[in-house]
């Protein structure tokens, strides 16, 4: 599970989009980059130890973005997962890819950007899945100096945990794209959610779905 940002580059004939995020290993997260390159041709490319859920990314991106109103460029698509020694896994990383592809073939604007980290599972009509992993993906996010943190609108909650940065939740990939193009603010949460801090929610907020293995000790506590 990943979250992005992204930085350009532009040529006459090609263009690199760069993504940052962060990968979810039980409660922590790692610092991830991802380079979208775009230029004339016909292949999509997916390189950086992607296990196969994020390899079958290609074919869910191309049918939210036609759902969405918008199409998988009929160019060359190499993206690279870095760092490549570091096994990719989960479906999580749907939106920031097709985020990325849209800008780098210059589809939707990439003003907004930079200033977020962005996490979500696709459905083939563009809807925005409940990702694991939320709340270390706002720690990262924070620590990393982002503004913000675009994410499902189920998983709003938990990220609202921690202070100091922007919540964003989207049900739709439209939704985002419209965020970064400036049509469409999404509704912002900012530091922690009223409905988080009560401790009667405890039990059903806090679990271990997001922690793997530790099977003994999760038997323990």
């Not at 039980?26 to 994020?54: C, H, M, Q, T, Y």
């Not at 698509?77 to 990719?88: E, G, L, Q, S, V």
């Not at 749907?94 to 592809?101: E, K, R, S, V």
């Amino acid at each position: 599970m990943d979250t992005f940002i992204l930085e350009t580059k532009e040529s006459t004939d090609y263009k690199l989009v760069k993504t940052h995020g962060s990968a979810v290993y039980g409660v922590d997260a790692i610092k991830i980059s991802i380079e979208v390159f775009v230029k004339p041709g016909s292949k999509f490319r997916l390189v950086g130890l992607p296990d196969n859920a994020v390899k079958e990314s290609e074919d869910r991106i191309e049918a939210a973005l036609k759902s969405a109103g918008f199409k998988l460029p009929g160019k060359k698509i190499i993206i690279n997962i870095a760092p490549a020694d570091i096994r990719k896994e989960g479906s999580f990383y749907d939106l920031g890819l097709a985020i990325g592809i849209l800008a780098g073939s210059g589809q939707i604007s990439d003003d907004f950007i930079n200033d977020y980290v962005i996490m979500g599972e696709l459905s083939l009509d563009g809807s925005i899945n409940p990702i694991k992993g939320a709340l270390p993906m706002a720690v990262q996010a924070k620590r990393d100096g982002f503004k913000g943190l675009i994410i499902p609108k189920e998983n709003v909650e938990e990220a609202a945990m921690v202070d100091g940065i922007e919540i964003l939740g989207a049900n739709h990939l439209k939704e985002v794209i419209d965020h970064m193009n400036g049509d469409l603010s999404i509704k912002s949460w900012s530091g922690s959610s009223p409905e988080i801090s009560n401790a009667s929610n405890y039990d059903s907020l806090f679990d271990f779905s997001d922690v793997k293995g530790q099977e003994s000790a999760k038997r323990a506590l």
